[in-house]
């Protein structure tokens, strides 16, 4: 009898989890759902999709579901049902009709690593009011007036310190360079002046963050998850002994106009949404910025055309200076440094630092004979777009002629480097600002070298693992072998 039983109940099992993961791969729709697999119970296609892959190409994952299914399939990615949409043209429909078919969502794993009020996935209101909160700092009338002496201080004064060295590190170089020019202007920060070691819980947070959504001990999740925990401790008592203190302050930071919208009656500005912000954007001033600009000198480096093209806009620029005794650039000529705006455009449409923008569907939609049903995310697919053969030609070689003649202060439908729709990025011609600065020192002031590196891994992030190591020397400084740019 007991055997009886023992059976039955086996059967049983068996069958419900048979119906568990027929139901998981064949989800309910009132419709057709796009093709597709949606892989592994929970698990989904999470490890296929953040397999390495080397060079500048599109994901292999993302690359296999185009060849199979078509622009627009289905998935399953970290737990959440998913449509990735690689087409231009449905882009589009999703960013133009934000906040009425589609709103801004992020993984639940996202929202752990970047805090549940980041401004990443803050809406409607919320998200209006923190952007304009970001625009008081970097804002065009901000930088014209007060970030780009700042900025080029910074620039100079590093390009000074590495030149001559044996060899530089430059992603990290870079990357220690804008950390402690953004925490500087956002919290006034100093790692030097400072025993709370802000960069390395950075660097931890970093560690882990593309990465499957494990926490469990020894994963890079649970590190980067503690490193967030040790930031945000930071920037917390940062904030309680800025607000502890008497208002004596000669320069105001960020963090000063934050503390002000929390003392104002009846406002939105909490504590906890105040230090997600500001863990978000110390993390935005360094990172894709760094990157970027390191693929920027890697490139114009490796295409000498390109090199000479800059070098030839940035020398005019000096030689058409009315004031001989002008000591750095103006909002004018960084607004008619044109060819160098083609080549931050050509390198962030190859460098696709943004694999993924997430929106939630509000109600069912219909695409191409397809139902998407509510509830479920919908991943646009930048890369994909911007390595289209019939978007771009030669998609996959950097041409920064090809930007010639068109709009280069924002997103399109074909271009998406800094994000879509309404929700472009807060601080991306700042970016753009402090890459155009460091060109124009570099490329007038010193010459380069590569010494080793410069290979490229995603996961979908950029990486180096080998790290882009360069020699600078003074533009007038022969080097004693050859190979200098």
């Known amino acids: 009898m007991m055997l009886v039983l023992m059976s039955v109940a086996v059967s049983l099992v068996s069958c419900i989890i048979t119906h568990w993961i027929y139901k998981w791969r064949n989800p309910k729709c009132n419709g057709n759902l796009p093709p597709g697999s949606m892989g592994f119970p929970l698990l989904g296609e999470t490890i296929q999709f953040f397999a390495p892959y080397r060079a500048n190409n599109i994901s292999p994952f993302i690359t296999k579901k185009m060849e199979r299914y078509g622009s627009i399939f289905k998935t399953s990615l970290v737990g959440h049902s998913l449509i990735i949409s690689t087409e231009a043209e449905f882009n589009h429909f999703i960013f133009q009709n934000e906040g009425k078919l589609f709103q801004c969502c992020y993984p639940k794993s996202f929202n752990e690593i970047a805090g549940r009020d980041n401004l990443v996935s803050a809406e409607g209101f919320m998200h209006k009011y923190l952007r304009n909160l970001v625009m008081n700092l970097v804002g065009n009338e901000t930088m014209r007036t007060k970030l780009i002496p700042k900025v080029e201080k910074t620039i100079c004064k590093n390009l000074q310190r590495w030149c001559g060295q044996a060899s530089v590190e430059l992603k990290e170089a870079v990357a220690k360079m804008e950390f402690g020019f953004g925490a500087k202007i956002l919290l006034s920060y100093s790692e030097s002046k400072s025993s709370k070691n802000l960069r390395q819980a950075y660097a931890d947070f970093q560690h882990g963050l ?196 068109q709009e280069l202060n924002s997103g399109s439908q074909t271009f998406m480097g800094f994000g879509g729709g309404s929700r472009l990025c807060a601080g991306a011609e700042f970016s753009k600002l402090q890459m155009t600065i460091f060109l124009h020192y570099l490329v007038t002031k010193y010459r380069w070298r590569v010494i080793k590196g410069g290979d490229i891994t995603r996961i979908p992030a950029v990486m180096f693992p080998n790290g882009f190591h360069i020699q600078i020397l003074e533009k007038n400084t022969i080097p004693k072998d050859a190979g200098a740019t």
């Open 210 to 405: 593309i990465s499957f959504p494990l926490n469990l001990p020894g994963t890079a999740y649970r590190k980067c998850l503690q490193g967030r925990k040790k930031a945000v401790g930071i920037i917390k008592s940062i904030l309680e002994e800025r607000r502890a203190a008497p208002e004596t302050r000669k320069e105001r930071d960020f963090l000063d106009l934050v503390i002000e919208e929390m003392k104002k009656k009846g406002s939105l500005m909490t504590e906890e949404i105040a230090v997600d912000l500001l863990f978000i954007l110390v993390f935005a001033a360094f990172e894709t910025t760094s990157t970027a600009l390191t693929l920027a000198v890697k490139n114009v480096g490796e295409h000498p055309k390109v090199l000479e093209e800059l070098a030839k806009e940035h020398e005019a620029i000096l030689r058409n200076r009315k004031n001989t005794d002008q000591s750095g650039i103006t909002w004018q000529e960084y607004k008619s440094m044109t060819f160098t705006h083609m080549v931050i455009n050509e390198t962030v449409r190859l460098a696709n630092i943004v694999p993924g923008i997430f929106r939630k569907v509000l109600k069912d939609v219909e695409i191409k004979g397809y139902t998407i049903p509510a509830g479920w995310i919908v991943m646009v697919c930048p890369p994909a777009v911007h390595m289209d053969p019939k978007e771009y030609d030669d998609p996959f070689v950097f041409n920064p002629w090809r930007w010639q003649g």
